[in-house]
Each structure stands twice: as C-alpha cells, then as structure tokens.
C-alpha cells in the first residue's frame, strides 16, 4: 500500500457556527498522529471543538495558528498518510459536546491494515521535508486548555493525574492554588502619567486612605465583574404621603423615618424573598454561596471619602427602630467613629444619590456582592393615569447585577418587585415586628 499527502481540512462546525477560532494547535511539523488523535480545538460561539486526524501518519505542513478565524472546509494541515479513505465524517460540533471521546472516534473511518514501516522512517520522496518537532505532546481535554487559557497556566507546567497523566481542569486549579501558597502576591503594574508640568503648573496631593480603599475596590470590581444594568421608575405619591404621616406621629428627637429608611427595608425584604440576590459567586470552585442573613450596605459621601456602613437584619426592625440604626450608621460614618465591622458583611448596596439631584446613576457592583440599587432625585413627573395627565412623585431606580450569575430576566423581576412595593405603602409595610410603627 503507497503513501500519499493528505490535506486536512476544518470540519462542519455544527450548531449553525459559520466560523470558530482555533484555540490550540496539539501537533507541529514532523510529528506522527494515530488516526482520530485531536490535532485542533476550534471554539465557536456555543462549544469547543476537537478535530481528528482522519488517519495516521506524518504532519508536514501546518496551516493555522492559535487565534486565526476559520471555517468549515479551511485547510489546517497536510499530512504524508497511507491509503486511508480519502472522504471521512468527522463529529460535527453539536456532537462534539455530549459524545464520549471514544464515540467520537467511532465516527471516524480508517484503515486498519498494517502501514509499511517505511512510511513512519522517513518523509515520502515526493513530499518536502520537513524538521521534526521536539515538543512533547500535552494531554489534556478542551476543559482543561480552556481552564489554562482563562487562568494564564502554561500546561506544561501542570502535573496531570488521569490514564496516561491527563491533565484534568482539576489539575489547572490545583496548581494555580500550589502557585499562590508558595509565591509571594506581586504588587499590580499601574500605567505611569506623562509629566504634566511640561503644560503648565501642576501640584499632587495624596489621596486619603479611605479613597486609596475605594480606588482598590472599584478598580477590583469593574475588572471582576461583567456588569449589566436596567433602569424603572417607580412612582412614590402614596409612599410620600404615608412618610409624611408618619413624621407628624414621631415622638421628638426620634430619628427620622427617610426615603432611604423605606428603601432599606423594601430591599432587605426582596433579598428575602429572591436569595439570589443576597449570594455570592465563588469562581474558583464555579458555587453560589448563599447568605442566610439580610445586611444592606447604605453608600454615604464622607469629607474622606465614600463609605458602606451596614444595616444588619433590617427585618428584625420596626420602622422607628431601623431609621434610628441608620441614623446612627450615617453619623458615625461622618464623624468616623464606627468600628471597622460596621462596615463589613453586606449582601447588597444601594446607592443613593437623590439628595445631590442626580437623576440616575449607575452604580458599580460592591464584590463579592452580586447586585447594587442606584436610587435618583424624588422629582415631580407628568404620567399618565385613567386617560388623564397628572403630576406625580417619582423615583429613578438602576439595578446594576453581575451578569455571571444574574440573567436579565432576574434582574427585571428583582426590580418591578421593588417598583411593587415602594408603590403600594401597605405591602411596604406587611411583616412588620409586633411592635411595628
């Protein structure tokens, strides 16, 4: 049987994918393949993509790099093979990712009779030669190489441990972790100003501690996070009629039951109801980690800066005894006397910067918080109500989520909840303490 150059070419990718890029090249040239070997992971927009050799032989040209875009029929390789059948099915991508590996070699036709040791000596006469490569191949699946990518891992660092010292995603993580017990965090490389004095007078001044923490913080969460947003108005006319109600029974010297007060508590009461909204996201081990607790972190300006004290269990707060806990919480932030755990454990964050006349905001999320309510100016809006044009309170209220673990759809519902109860006083209200106001 003679030997003959093969090309190989990129398969159907499946699942309507017009192109995909190639993530891995798993072969160089002069490298020996064994028929249905993975040479290629392409990934589309929905899987990741292993491409087979169609039969055994000698890689002697290769066609791609890592981030090229390809397509199906895309030539990737030539390679010096037997007389395999020349027209083959490879797994098409949608199967690619529920097939075993050895259900999708099945697929893949080739010629079992013994190839002539000749062909595996050397390249065919005919065929350019070409060096060999001294590269080790890397086991490992497309969950690992994925895993490496994401974490900047070079895998051949990676110890595997399944058959043959696969390297597993386990194995990625494990060494990641091993990584960062043995060596030291390094401090992050900041971008350095141009000199500024070349255009003029310039002075520095140092940013309080209290601003460096939130520098570190937001910078932290825009780079963690993918954030997303979606904006309602809810129409507070009643709500406002009932504060004001309430203010006139207050005993004096009482603290004062504020907007914020009544936002507080319709969160903490939502984040009872939709626990999603009051978890955590764990990446590294891919978990949600759920609170069994409500604490609402409350943004307050400072001369030093921006601070979150925390409400702990709002719930367990009658109106009075909640708008005092936040009074206190605010004062002590502003005269910086609260102890450090006044500031830790919350769930989620509402920012609120309505007192300023901004009308909408949009907050970054507070990690490892999953969501934020950034809450606008009370402002007198025309609407319309039984076929008539009439003025009314209303609020501008912006969820902004980690899309990770939030879907739009969730966030929607979190937020005509909250438009639900800040609308209707009474609900505001139900499940209150016994000693409720």
């Known amino acids: 049987m003679g030997a003959h150059s093969t090309a190989l070419m990129i398969p159907d990718l499946g699942e309507g994918a017009a192109e995909?890029?190639?993530?891995?090249?798993?072969?160089?040239?002069?490298?020996?393949?064994?028929?249905?070997?993975?040479?290629?992971?392409?990934?589309?927009?929905?899987?990741?993509?292993?491409?087979?050799?169609?039969?055994?032989?000698?890689?002697?040209?290769?066609?791609?790099?890592?981030?090229?875009?390809?397509?199906?029929?895309?030539?990737?390789?030539?390679?010096?093979?037997s007389d395999a059948p020349s027209t083959v099915t490879?797994?098409?991508?949608?199967?690619?990712?529920?097939?075993?590996?050895?259900?999708?070699?099945?697929?893949?036709?080739?010629?079992?009779?013994?190839?002539?040791?000749?062909?595996?000596?050397?390249?065919?006469?005919?065929?350019?030669?070409?060096?060999?490569?001294?590269?080790?191949?890397?086991?490992?699946?497309?969950?690992?190489?994925?895993?490496?990518?994401?974490?900047?891992?070079?895998?051949?660092?990676?110890?595997?441990?399944?058959?043959?010292?696969?390297?597993?995603?386990?194995?990625?993580?494990?060494?990641?972790q091993q990584h960062f017990k043995s060596t030291p965090l390094a401090t992050p490389a900041f971008e350095t100003l141009p000199d500024l004095a070349t255009f003029g007078a310039v002075h520095t001044q140092a940013l309080p501690r209290i601003a460096r923490t939130t520098a570190r913080n937001m910078a932290r969460s825009a780079s963690l996070i993918p954030h997303a947003w979606i904006q309602a108005r809810a129409d507070v006319t009643a709500l406002e009629a009932a504060r004001r109600d309430l203010r006139k029974s207050h005993r004096e010297g009482a603290a004062p039951i504020t907007l914020?007060?009544?936002?507080?508590?319709?969160?903490?009461k939502l984040l009872r109801a939709q626990p999603l909204f009051n978890a955590a996201y764990d990446a590294e081990h891919h978990a949600l980690v759920f609170r069994e607790y409500v604490n609402v972190?409350?943004?307050?300006?400072?001369?030093?800066?921006?601070?979150?004290?925390?409400?702990?269990e709002?719930?367990?707060?009658?109106?009075?005894?909640?708008?005092?806990?936040?009074?206190?919480?605010?004062r002590g932030a502003r005269e910086q006397r609260l102890p450090l755990r006044a500031y830790q454990g919350a769930g989620f964050t509402i920012s609120n910067l309505g007192g300023m006349k901004v009308e909408t905001l949009q907050p970054l999320v507070n990690w490892p918080e999953l969501a934020i309510l950034g809450v606008g100016a009370l402002q007198e809006t025309p609407c319309v109500l039984a076929g008539q044009i009439v003025v009314r309170q209303c609020l501008s209220l912006t969820l902004g989520f980690d899309h990770?673990?939030?879907?739009?759809?969730?966030?929607?519902?979190?937020?005509?909840?909250?438009?639900?109860?800040?609308?209707?006083?009474?609900?505001?209200?139900?499940?209150m303490p016994a000693n409720g106001s």
Not at 36 to 53: F, N, R, Y
Not at 109 to 124: E, G, I, K, R
Not at 303 to 311: E, F, H, Q, S, W
Not at 413 to 426: C, G, R
């Open 297 to 312: 972190g409350l943004a307050v300006a400072t001369p030093r800066g921006l601070v979150v004290p925390v409400a702990r």
């Open 404 to 431: 990770r673990v939030i879907n739009g759809a969730d966030a929607a519902n979190f937020l005509s909840a909250l438009v639900a109860e800040l609308e209707n006083p009474l609900r505001l209200a139900s499940d």
């Open 90 to 176: 490879l797994p098409r991508a949608g199967d690619a990712a529920t097939a075993t590996p050895e259900s999708a070699l099945s697929a893949v036709p080739v010629d079992d009779s013994p190839a002539p040791a000749s062909l595996f000596a050397m390249p065919p006469a005919d065929v350019p030669r070409a060096p060999r490569t001294t590269a080790p191949m890397i086991p490992a699946g497309p969950a690992a190489r994925r895993e490496a990518r994401e974490l900047g891992v070079d895998l051949a660092q990676v110890r595997g441990t399944g058959p043959r010292q696969r390297i597993s995603r386990e194995d990625v993580r494990r060494h990641v």
């Open 260 to 268: 914020s007060v009544l936002m507080v508590r319709a969160v903490a």
């Open 20 to 81: 995909g890029t190639v993530v891995a090249v798993l072969f160089g040239v002069g490298a020996m393949v064994a028929a249905g070997q993975s040479l290629l992971e392409i990934e589309t927009d929905k899987v990741t993509l292993e491409v087979p050799a169609e039969c055994a032989g000698c890689i002697m040209e290769v066609a791609v790099e890592v981030g090229q875009t390809v397509s199906a029929g895309t030539r990737f390789a030539t390679l010096a093979a």
């Open 314 to 330: 709002p719930l367990a707060h009658d109106l009075a005894g909640l708008a005092a806990q936040l009074d206190e919480l605010i």
